[in-house]
C-alpha cells in the first residue's frame, strides 16, 4: 500500500509560479510510475504529467507542455511538478497518482492505470 500526500498549492496570479509535490509513505517510490492529473469544477479528470520510476522519461499534455516540469526524487520518495507561467485555466484540484511498473521506462496517461491516489491539492490562478 502507498500512501500519497500532496502539498504545494495556493493562490497564484496569472504568470506564476508554483510547486507542488507529492509524498510517499508505506512503500519506497522506486518501482512506481508517477503521474499528476487535476479536475476543475465541472469537468472531468484530466492527464498533467507523467514520469517513469527510474526518472529517465517523461510526458505532458499539450495544455502545459514547455510550462510545467515532473521530477522525483526516489531517496526521498518525493514527486515534484514545477508550474511555470500559470494560467487562469490551470485552476483545479492537482493530484498525484502512483502506478507500479515493471519497467523503469514505463509511464501512463491514462487515469485508470493508477492504483494510488492523494487527496488532492488545490491550484487557484487568478486572472
Known amino acids: 500500500q502507498v500512501q500519497l500526500v500532496e502539498s504545494g498549492g495556493g493562490l497564484v496570479q496569472a504568470g506564476g509560479s508554483l510547486r507542488l509535490s507529492c509524498a510517499a509513505s508505506?512503500?519506497?517510490?522506486?518501482?512506481?510510475?508517477m503521474g499528476w492529473f487535476r479536475q476543475a469544477p465541472g469537468k472531468e479528470r484530466e492527464f498533467v504529467a507523467t514520469i517513469s520510476w527510474s526518472g529517465g522519461r517523461t510526458y505532458y499534455a499539450d495544455s502545459v507542455k514547455g510550462r510545467f516540469t515532473i521530477s522525483r526524487d526516489n531517496a526521498k520518495s518525493t514527486v515534484y511538478l514545477q508550474m511555470n507561467s500559470l494560467k487562469p485555466e490551470d485552476t483545479a484540484v492537482y493530484y498525484c497518482a502512483a502506478m507500479e511498473a515493471y519497467y523503469s521506462s514505463s509511464y501512463s496517461y491514462n487515469y485508470y492505470e493508477y492504483e494510488f491516489w492523494g487527496q488532492g491539492t488545490q491550484v487557484t490562478v487568478s486572472s
Open positions: 508505506g512503500r519506497t517510490l522506486s518501482r512506481y510510475a
